[in-house]
């Protein structure tokens, strides 16, 4: 697994979790936006996405089911959302954790 998708819209959690994976050796296409997500979800082959659910430009659930079209890629959610309500979401939209 070398490339992943990070989709998180929060400038410090976008950057920290960027800064560890870069440190283990992945290349992250570091994204804030959905936007910014499906170009390089259309642009790049990647291993894996992280995905959070609370965006500007709109839903990760949605980003999801829009990977999920044209994909099996791993999903990740990463998420402040803690309700068992949004995990089943999480999980029917597509995410694998």
């Known amino acids: ?4 998708l990070l ?18 050796g992945y290349q992250i296409y570091s994204c804030k936006t959905v936007g910014e997500a499906e170009n390089v979800f259309h642009q790049q082959e990647l291993q894996l996405i992280i995905c959070d659910l609370t965006l500007p430009d709109g839903n990760g659930l949605d980003f ?3 990977v999920r079209e044209e994909s099996s ?5 990463l998420t402040a959302l803690d309700q068992e309500v949004d995990q089943v979401m999480g999980y029917e939209a ?4």
């Open 94 to 97: 597509g995410a694998d954790d």
């Open 7 to 24: 989709l998180e819209d929060d400038e410090s959690i976008n950057r920290g979790v960027t800064f560890i994976l870069e440190k283990e």
């Open 73 to 77: 890629v791993h999903i990740i959610c």
């Open 64 to 66: 999801i089911r829009t």
């Open 1 to 4: 697994m070398n490339s992943i």
